[in-house]
């Protein structure tokens, strides 16, 4: 499982043999996951605020960039402010990328501050651009800045 750069690795342990039984150690953004708003702006709701209608439904895989209502970005280049705001004006309510992360500090404000939903560390490898369903459900964990995921993309 890919990890940004000087957060936690991901542990697991196993604890009981049968029935088997593993403790998991691993930070809130360790693989596919989600920022909350939490994560950049103080205050800011947490993951299990994050609205579900955004995370499922019809999205829009592009090469570089592009803009839709869910768009998943390969080879995506880092965002910045300017870039960010483009999204937002768009009207994005997901943007996904296949590094991990979205781009600098002042991408990530934009994001979250606009509410759009950012989900990082994609493995977009073997996904053709086009149209497509997307089901991308968070832990809800209560507060939390960020949550791994479950990412399914469908063929439409």
Known sequence: MPVYPG???VLIEQVNELPALSRLELGSHSGTHVDAQSHFITGGAGVDELPLDALVGPCTVVVGEGAAERVLVKDAPPFDEA???????????????D????GDRE?????LGAEVVV???????AVEPGEYELICLPLRIAGCDGSPVRAILMRR
Request: hydrophobic share 45%; net charge negative.
């Open 99 to 102: 590094g991990m992360s979205v």
């Open 7 to 9: 957060d936690p690795e």
């Open 107 to 111: 991408a990530h404000r934009v994001l």
């Open 119 to 125: 989900v990082e560390g994609l493995d977009l490898s």
């Open 83 to 97: 870039s960010a705001t483009r999204l937002v004006e768009a009207g994005v309510r997901l943007v996904g990328v």
